[in-house]
């Protein structure tokens, strides 16, 4: 209930809008606006890759907006953690808008250093000190964001089992 309110309260072009939710016994349901292109993924790893480089690149711009201000502009700092082209959602103007706070984590902003209980994240997303007994930064978020780079200017999945093995990870 706490992250659903916290959410509620944060405003910004670049993050999809929640408008409400149901929370009954026999049903749970978060309700966003409608994002008409649906996710990036679909246009960065399929067939059909119809978005322009320029186009790309302000979607880019617009997601590390969004990133930027969940880290700096509100009240509380929100850790993502689960930067991925899924979670980045196209308008009908391809505007991107940051999505999917299931795994996020709110913090004062006096603490810089959070101690995990267990992995967050999609595996090739995640920040390696994730893993580590150690505590994290809203840094974690940068790299996620980095991976989202490479596979943006690569129009690839930052893991592809059906490459050779020197080439199945990014960087290549």
């Known amino acids: 209930m706490a992250k659903v309110s916290t959410i509620g309260k944060i405003h910004h072009f670049n993050l999809v809008q929640f408008y409400g939710f149901c929370f009954k016994k026999d049903l749970r349901a978060l309700v966003y606006e409608y994002m008409g292109n649906g996710s990036l993924d679909k246009y960065l790893f399929h067939e059909n890759k119809t978005l322009k480089y320029e186009k790309l690149h302000d979607i880019a711009v617009g997601t590390a907006r969004g990133i930027a201000y969940l880290h700096e502009d509100c009240q509380q700092r929100i850790i993502h953690y689960d ?90």
Not at 96 to 102: H, L, Q, S
Not at 127 to 142: R, Y
Not at 146 to 155: D, K, P, Q, S
């Open 83 to 172: 930067t991925k082209p899924e979670n980045i959602l196209l308008d009908s103007n391809f505007n991107p808008k940051v999505a999917d706070f299931g795994m996020a984590k709110l913090c004062n902003r006096e603490i810089s250093h959070i101690t995990m209980t267990g992995g967050r994240g999609t595996p090739g997303y995640v920040a390696p000190e994730i893993w580590m007994p150690l505590p994290v930064t809203h840094k974690c978020d940068v790299y996620s964001f980095g991976m989202l780079l490479f596979e943006i200017a690569g129009m690839r999945r930052n893991l592809d089992i059906n490459l050779p093995e020197s080439q199945k990870w990014f960087p290549i």
